[in-house]
């Protein structure tokens, strides 16, 4: 459609938005009512909200309108999966300019529609509102299916530390796309578009995981907040991880060390999860480390790796300059 939202209005493009969007058997009530109205078979609803600002978590000379749809729906729906729950429904708060071209907007919302359903889950509503820049506000919902949720507080020492997904690809696509690239592609892409491993979360709580946190922010900073919700310590082995030969490539041509991707950078959604050592965890999960009590630590928080602090560079804070 041509045209920008401007000139096709909030009415016009909220229906143009939510013609767009199929629904699942957990949502009753779809857009187009005051609120949506989603099943909760058991009583309890998972919840979590982000905020994704132009320039600030995406730019529109690196990424598509689908690409950010993606992404943001993603980032969401890991949260979910990370609570040993299921996704069912996400909402979007879109602040638009008014020049934006009605394309960028419809384009949105096919990449948040299609990432939900690779999750299982639907878009049901949300909001349209003018503004300045770009901003979306997603709040998604899952479902424990009766399953106790699996909290970051539930780490206990002799525990295994494991993985699911990819670690390290986006940032190391991300500093392709910094220094000016669009190649090795699949890198880039990962930066694009994560693909978190969604039915890992729920099984992973099937299996007996007894912490669990989607990997947003690095693995280090994100086993840190286990480790201090549980009162304990982490420590990782570096030979344990998987480090891709393109990965290495890349690495050895910007001058850095591919670990610190790995261990440091964010954006790839994995899911990290404690088990006990007794579990036999499927060939999806691979084992990084293990629950510790670090002597002097009083009431632990650590996360070192083969023994030794982590300091490299790495972790994402929002009020850091990047």
Known sequence: MQGTVGELGEFGLIRELTARLPLTPAVELGPGDDAAVVKAPDGRVVATSDVLIEGRHFRRDWSTAYDVGRKSAAQNLADIAAMGAVPTALLLGLVTPADLPITWATELMDGLRDECQVAGAAVVGGDVVGGDAITLAITALGDLQGRAPVKRSGAQVGDVVAVTGWLGWSAAGLTVLQRGFRSPRAF????????????????????????????????????????????????????????????????????????????????????????PATVQLPARWRVVGTVVRIAGAARGGQVTVDGAPWDRVGGWDHFAAH
């Open 188 to 275: 880039v892409e990962a930066h694009r578009r994560p693909e978190p491993p969604y039915h890992a979360g729920p099984a992973g709580a099937d299996l007996g995981a007894t912490s669990m946190v989607d990997v947003s922010d690095g693995l280090v900073a994100d086993l840190g907040h286990v480790a201090k919700a549980s009162g304990v310590d982490i420590d990782l082995r570096a030979a344990d991880f998987d480090i891709p030969a393109q990965m290495a490539d890349i690495g050895q041509a910007v001058g850095v060390d591919p670990l610190v991707w790995v261990l440091s950078g964010g954006e790839d959604h994995a899911i990290a999860a404690t088990f």
